[in-house]
């Protein structure tokens, strides 16, 4: 399978010194920042003397500073592909392994280029993670119940980095805070993923007035750790492909996701094919229907896919007097889905996930 090349909207990064330098957040569709990361990914790659390239899989963070001689600063993911080294391909070319068989990767690259002269300067980081070992079942006796996994995964980090930005951008606090411990963190398998983390932050040096973002030099107060806080969040993924002539070729920028008005007619389909899946999903005895959507979201990757975020309600009808939930059946809780459009193929697939807390802090 060739990579299909996955654009995050652009957040944020961090600048080097105490006060910001000036920078413009960069577009997931700029042609200058795939540059950037194709310039730092074929660094990489060159500078590997054995073993498999890598394929660009996903560009998580963009920025660029002012200027005619342009800094970025990225971070993207990696994946490993059937190329080896020693045939000098454009990672472009190549396929991905199957990802049972897989390295990843997380890189991140300040990348300098001088468009006048043709040159450029790379400096990166890149973090490789070996293929996920297949577990064998007596390893894991109950599927559904949640596993410890390790607090060093970049899945822990990147639901932290996420869970830590809510905080700063809406507690009350003057002062930017940072992570200073992950305690534990498990996973559960149900529509998706449910993830609880226990982790400590503290506050730093770096005022929200002064700093958008944390950056090297926020350094932590004598205030010290907050307690232990307790991150219960529900994540669910569903993907599909387009048909073969719109296929996203390897190179071609993937769109950003898009709000969509919460009353788009579309929603209402989907929110019913989401309810449908988590009730039968669900080990519990009720039905859940869906109630108002407070969020959504659609990218153009391979189909359309949707990102929901809606509060259901516990009816009083039971899964064992009725065959499917029905409209006289009558506690909100927030949920996330998201869902992939079959193009071509009328067909719509969904995955929930719902909880008391699904993202506080």
Not at 34 to 54: E, H, S
Not at 139 to 165: M, N, R, W, Y
Not at 216 to 223: A, G, I, L, N, V
């Amino acid at each position: 399978m060739k990579p299909f090349i996955l654009l995050a909207l652009c957040c944020s990064f961090f600048s080097s010194t105490a006060t910001p330098l000036p920078f413009e957040f960069s577009d997931c569709d700029d042609p200058d920042v795939f540059k950037a990361v194709d310039t730092a990914l074929k660094k990489y790659n060159g500078d590997q003397a054995t073993g498999n390239q890598f394929a660009l899989y996903m560009v998580m963070e963009a920025k660029r500073t002012a200027g005619p001689n342009t800094q970025f600063y990225v971070k993207y993911r990696i994946q490993e592909t059937t190329c080896a080294t020693e045939e000098n391909k454009l990672w472009q070319d190549c396929d991905y392994k199957v990802p049972a068989e897989a390295k990843t990767g997380e890189c991140t690259a300040r990348v300098h280029l001088n468009n006048d002269e043709k040159t450029s300067n790379v400096s990166q980081d890149c973090k490789i993670f070996p293929a996920a070992p297949k577990i064998p079942l007596a390893e894991a006796p109950c599927l559904g119940c949640f596993h410890p996994i390790s607090t060093d995964s970049s899945e822990v980090s990147e639901i932290l980095k996420q869970a830590i930005e809510k905080f700063n951008r809406h507690s009350a606090e003057p002062a930017l805070f940072k992570l200073v411990e992950i305690k534990e963190a498990k996973r559960q398998v149900v529509a998706g993923w449910n993830y609880i983390i226990k982790y400590e932050i503290e506050e730093t040096n770096c005022s929200k007035d002064q700093f958008q973002d944390l950056t090297p030099e926020c350094k932590p107060t004598s205030r010290g750790p907050l307690p232990t806080l307790n991150l219960l969040l529900l994540i669910s993924e569903i993907c599909s492909f387009l048909s073969v002539e719109d296929t996203v070729l390897p190179g071609i920028h993937a769109g950003c996701p898009k709000t969509i008005p919460k009353d788009s007619p579309e929603l209402k389909e989907l929110l019913k094919v989401s309810m449908e899946k988590y009730n039968l999903d669900s080990n519990d005895e009720f039905y859940y229907k869906g109630g108002e959507i407070e969020a959504a979201t659609v990218q153009a990757v391979a189909g359309q896919k949707y990102h929901l975020i809606f509060a259901v309600q516990k009816t009083n009808c039971s899964k064992k007097e009725f065959e499917k939930l029905h409209e006289d059946c009558e506690v909100p809780w927030p949920c996330e889905a998201q869902i992939h459009v079959i193009a071509g193929e009328d067909k719509i697939s969904s995955q929930v996930n719902c909880s008391k807390e699904r993202s506080s802090v």
